[in-house]
């Protein structure tokens, strides 16, 4: 009788010897070669504001590489130092938005020297978009009247 092995079927025999703990071939086998065989997966990036703002910066100003390092640093210190004055001033709002003030002011003046003149002028009407942007979405719309 004649016996014809497909490449499944020699597939599922030495599926069987591996599993059942066939010393002849798994010998051969390192360890891992019993684990499941997992996707690799590339690590997650951490998501940074600092490098976000930097990124969209790039884009729109057209920012060189030795801008983008200088622009990150100095966003990412900003938010450092905006994070330690919301803790340091939870129970004092006065202090806190003059902290803020001071902060923010420092990372302009950092941002000027890092920018072009050119640069920093495109920053700052895209700044004010953004702020203009940002109270339409906080302010509600008047309601419309009702008319019958």
Do not use: W
């Amino acid at each position: 009788m004649k016996s014809i092995f497909t490449s499944a079927t020699c597939g599922l025999l030495l599926l069987a010897m591996l599993s059942s703990g066939c010393v002849r071939f798994s010998i051969y086998l390192p360890d891992s070669a019993f684990e499941a065989v997992k996707p690799e997966e590339k690590p997650a990036e951490p998501k940074s504001p600092a490098r976000d703002l930097t990124n969209a910066m790039t884009e729109e100003l057209k920012l060189e590489p030795e801008q983008q390092g200088r622009i990150q640093e100095i966003l990412h210190s900003t938010l450092q130092k905006a994070r330690a004055a919301r803790t340091l001033y939870a129970d004092n709002p006065v202090a806190m938005n003059t902290a803020m003030r001071h902060i923010n002011a420092d990372s302009e003046r950092q941002l000027r020297q890092a920018l072009s003149l050119a640069q920093y002028q495109q920053y700052m009407v895209g700044r004010q978009r953004l702020q203009a942007r940002m109270q339409a979405k906080a302010s509600p719309a008047p309601a419309a009247p009702v008319t019958q």
